[in-house]
């Protein structure tokens, strides 16, 4: 297994607040699947919860070289936590052919948060094909 890319977002929680006042069921469900919407609805204060994903996502896509663009939606990610907190990628659609074009077979996620700042970073991991590097 290579190391094939690494992305890092940070973002103001602020922003996200900002976003949730003014457009938050459309935010959600725009940003967030509904296994994602469902776990950070657990959280007393989400907004930090949110923002770390709005962060991941973004990392995830730095990842993949796209940016979000073209056919990728936001829910062709999600990020789902293991028993310990571990979260875990999942990619689907546009964002799953990307991955596999290069050689992409894991992507590793880290993300952290304060009342102030979420930030996140992912590393995709696999083999890159040969022809497409």
Not at 19 to 29: E, K
Request: glycine share 6%; proline share 3%.
């Amino acid at each position: 297994m290579n190391i094939i890319s690494l992305g890092m977002d940070l973002i103001e929680c602020s922003r996200v607040q900002s976003l949730l006042q003014r457009h938050q069921d459309r935010f959600l469900h725009r940003i967030l699947t509904a296994r994602e919407r469902e776990h950070a609805a657990r959280f007393r204060n989400s907004v930090p919860h949110i923002a770390g994903r709005f962060a991941a996502k973004e990392a995830i896509l730095k990842v993949l070289g796209t940016g979000w663009r073209g056919q990728i939606a936001w829910t062709d990610m999600e990020i789902t936590n293991d028993l310990w907190g571990k979260p875990h990628v999942n990619l689907v659609d546009a964002c799953a052919r990307r991955a596999a074009e290069l050689g992409i077979q894991t992507v590793l996620l880290t993300i952290t948060h304060t009342d102030n700042y979420a930030a996140a970073t992912a590393i995709g991991i696999g083999e890159p094909d040969p022809d497409n590097s």
